[in-house]
C-alpha cells in the first residue's frame, strides 16, 4: 500500500485529509518571537488576528529532515511504502527537508514537488490518495500526478499590498499610493515560482479580470475541481465561487481557510484559486 504524506501549506481541510488517511507534517510560522505549528497549535483564524497586530512581518519555516523522518518511520513500520509531496521548491526549502529525512533513513519513500502551494498542492495529494485507495502502484499514481501538476493553474489574488511591503519587496510609499488607488495585484504560478500578471485598480474590475482569465482555460470545466483558499475573505471566495458554477460547470468547488504558510504571502483578504 502506499501511503501519501503531505506538508501543512496545502491546506486541506482536516475532514479530507482523514477521510484519505493523508499525512500532514506541519511547517512552522514564528509571529512577534513566538513559534507556532500550522494546523497543531494555531488556527488560520487565530493567525490572522496575531498576524493584524505584529509589528513585524511573520516568518515562516520549512520543516526539520527530523519531522519527516518521524513520520516516514511510523509509515515504515507497517510495510507501507511513501509518496511525499511537498510544497513548490521555488517557495520554501521543504522539498530539501524532505529529501534529507529519506537519506538519513532507510526507508522505500519518493518526494515529489508538486510545484504549487495551498490547494494546487492539496488536490494533488487528494489526487494521490484516490489511486492508492484503488491500489495503483506508486509509479501508476506519479505519472498521473506529473500530467496533473502540468495542467493545473494556480492565480494568486492580493487584496493588499501590506505584506509585501513588510517582507520588504516594496516601499512603505508604493504600499500606500496602491492603496490609495485601490490597486489589485493578480500573479500566478507558473512551473511552481510565482509571477506577475498584471495590477487591477479596483474589486470589482479584478474579480471580473479574473473569472476572464479563468473563462480562458474553457467554458465547460466540468472535468476540473476547484479550490479557493482566503485570508479572512470569505464574501469574495463565495463570490467567485458562485460564479465559477455559474459559468464553467466545475466539477467541485472547495473554498477553504488559508493557514499560515501561504497566508503570510499573500495577506489579509488574499485568495488563492487553484485548478
Not at 37 to 52: D, L, R
Not at 61 to 90: E, M, R, W
Not at 197 to 215: Q, Y
Request: charged share 25%; net charge neutral.
Amino acid at each position: 500500500m502506499v501511503q501519501i504524506v503531505i506538508d501543512s501549506s496545502a491546506d486541506l481541510p482536516e475532514e479530507i485529509r482523514e477521510k484519505l488517511n493523508i499525512h500532514t507534517v506541519p511547517l512552522t510560522v514564528t509571529i512577534d518571537g513566538i513559534e507556532y505549528a500550522e494546523g497543531v497549535n494555531i488556527t488560520p483564524q487565530e493567525f490572522y488576528e496575531k498576524m493584524s497586530k505584529a509589528t513585524e512581518l511573520p516568518k515562516t519555516a520549512q520543516p526539520s529532515p527530523a519531522a519527516f523522518s518521524k513520520v516516514f518511520k511510523q509509515i515504515a513500520s507497517l510495510g507501507d511504502s511513501i509518496l511525499c509531496l511537498t510544497i513548490s521548491s521555488k517557495l520554501s526549502g521543504t522539498y530539501q527537508s524532505a529529501i534529507m529525512a529519506k537519506e538519513m533513513e532507510p526507508v522505500d519513500a519518493t518526494i515529489f514537488d508538486t510545484r504549487a502551494g495551498s490547494l494546487g498542492h492539496g488536490f494533488q495529494a487528494i489526487r494521490a490518495a484516490e489511486l492508492a485507495a484503488q491500489g495503483c502502484s506508486r509509479e501508476e499514481i506519479l505519472s498521473e500526478l506529473k500530467e496533473y501538476r502540468q495542467n493545473m493553474t494556480i492565480l494568486i489574488l492580493l487584496d493588499t499590498l501590506e505584506n509585501i511591503v513588510k517582507g520588504g519587496r516594496l516601499s512603505k510609499f508604493q504600499g500606500s499610493l496602491a492603496k490609495i488607488l485601490n490597486i489589485k495585484v493578480l500573479l500566478q504560478g507558473v512551473e511552481g515560482a510565482v509571477e506577475l500578471v498584471e495590477k487591477i485598480r479596483g474589486k470589482k474590475r479584478f474579480l471580473d479580470r479574473v473569472l476572464e482569465i479563468i473563462g480562458q482555460k474553457g467554458e465547460d470545466l466540468s472535468d476540473r475541481r476547484f479550490g479557493i483558499t482566503h485570508l479572512n475573505n470569505i464574501k469574495d471566495a463565495e463570490f467567485l465561487k458562485n460564479e465559477i458554477i455559474k459559468r464553467f460547470n466545475p466539477k467541485d468547488v472547495i473554498i477553504n481557510y488559508m493557514g499560515p504558510t501561504m497566508g503570510t504571502y499573500a495577506g489579509s483578504g488574499g485568495i488563492i484559486i487553484s485548478f
